[in-house]
């Protein structure tokens, strides 16, 4: 399967002027099996003429109406599942069951966003003296400058877009470069939808130049970032200067927290698939697991056992439950963790090792023994690696859940209501899954604290950060 993404401008599907290109490789192969167009100056500089246009024209589209459009667009990624699903697992590498629940999940996004266009109510504030109104009314804030990565080629672009167009912003989307095709064709169903031209813009190129480029620039009001803490920080910065609303999803780095009365079999079976899913390159995926000493050789065993049972191969091939990583340097990544994680007297349970020559296989891997000074406890491994951490009473698990920086998502198991009811309020996470995996649905908050970044991406607080608030008070003449 070959391929040739374009970039999306104004309505129209072009090459970059400067006729740049970038390969597109599939990971399980590791062969080079397209292209995507790579987009100058003069292709943002459109990009930014056709947003600031499209702004004019679709914020007075009525609510009732942008909901009805962006309706359609999810019917027509339903509609293109199998086409999108393929285009996905080719560049990405997951199984072919999973790009396709990314994909449903995305039309129910914009679904969930086409609604919540039509409930951006403002208020009316009693006023002091008589013949005076006081209101609140909500307005776009313009434009915006979104950038999604790799992971979710779909789920994080869709976010984005959702949110902007149904507050009536208007939006350029910096695509993954990696996996372009497949966030192509969710631009493509909203603009055959009948979005207004130059609402939704499509760019791919150098991530550093474009958004050095698009962050000061003063047509754009507002900053979208998923994608590593190290690197949003800087974009944050670079917003910061130039007074840029922002909303940023970044790193995490799990922690699980099994105490000794939770239900082994169920955490294993729930516990496991969410590690192994997308190759562990989830950002809310478990990575650390704290347990309970009185369970901890238990669970380890049967975690074990869990992880020796998936079935790694090509995402389009039945029966294979976990994909190759999404490209080279991620192999390096996990080898580099694996072996510091060894090096400070780790001892590898499974795995640990890259399958074959050929692609971007790595086995799932389990770590016991992890010293606090080993990358792996520090760093988020994004990848298929667990590491198993004995613990022995409540403010031990706690200490270790929110020693590291990063607040994105957490999980506890437990039959206790209060143990329950304790460990949410304890630990510091912008997320927090107890006895079961239930984050990223579209009416539910999505975002983390601390380290890892500040706003939401899911349910009815995503759509306030692109919306002014603005007071206008009058009197009777």
Partial sequence: ?????QLFINGSWTDSQAGGVLPVVNPATGEEIGSVARAEKADLDNALEAAWKGFHVWRKISAYERSKTMRKAADLVRARLDLIATTMTTEQGKPLIEAKGEIMLGADL????AEEARRTYGRVIPARAEGIYQLVVKEPVGPVAAFSPWNFPINQAVRKISAALAAGCSIILKGPEETPGSCAELVRAFADAGVTPGAVNLVYGVPAFISEYLIPHPVIRKISFTGS???????AALAGLHMKRITMELGGHAPVVIFDDADLDAATKVLAA???????QVCVAPTRFLIQKKVYDSFVDKFITASEKVHVGNGLEAGTTMGPLAHERRLAAMEGFVTDAV???AEIQTGGDRIGEKGYFFEPTVLTGATKSSRVMNEEPFGPVSVMVPFTDFEEAVDEANRLPYGLAAYAWTKSAKTANLIGAAIE???VSINHHGLALPETP???VKDSGYGSEGGSEAIEAYLNHKFITQAGL
């Fill in 343 to 345: 090096e400070n007297g």
């Fill in 229 to 235: 803490t190290a690197v949003g920080k800087q974009l």
């Fill in 274 to 280: 969410n590690k192994y899913r997308n190759a562990g």
């Fill in 110 to 113: 914009i679904d969930w966003f």
């Fill in 1 to 5: 399967m070959s391929s040739h993404t």
């Fill in 429 to 431: 996470s912008g997320m």
């Fill in 446 to 448: 999505f975002g983390g």
